[in-house]
């Protein structure tokens, strides 16, 4: 994983959410489905372009950076 100074920092408005599970397809290593399918964050400091393509294809739109 990238250093805190590289990486970006992403998290899940679980009120938008309605699980669909893209993210965690787009980033496996960083995000986990519970048993209802919806995203648990294992890591939020993500490589900057993952997380943008992250919430770029989330239909959501329920994952931002910050």
Do not use: F, N
């Amino acid at each position: 994983m990238p250093s805190s100074s590289e990486a970006a920092r992403i998290a899940v408005d679980r009120v938008l959410c309605t699980g669909h599970g893209v993210c965690a397809q787009t980033l496996p290593g960083a995000i986990v489905l519970d048993e209802w399918g919806y995203p648990v964050l294992r890591h939020e400091a993500v490589e900057p372009e993952a997380a943008a393509l992250a919430v770029k294809l989330c239909p959501a739109r329920a994952l931002y950076l910050r």
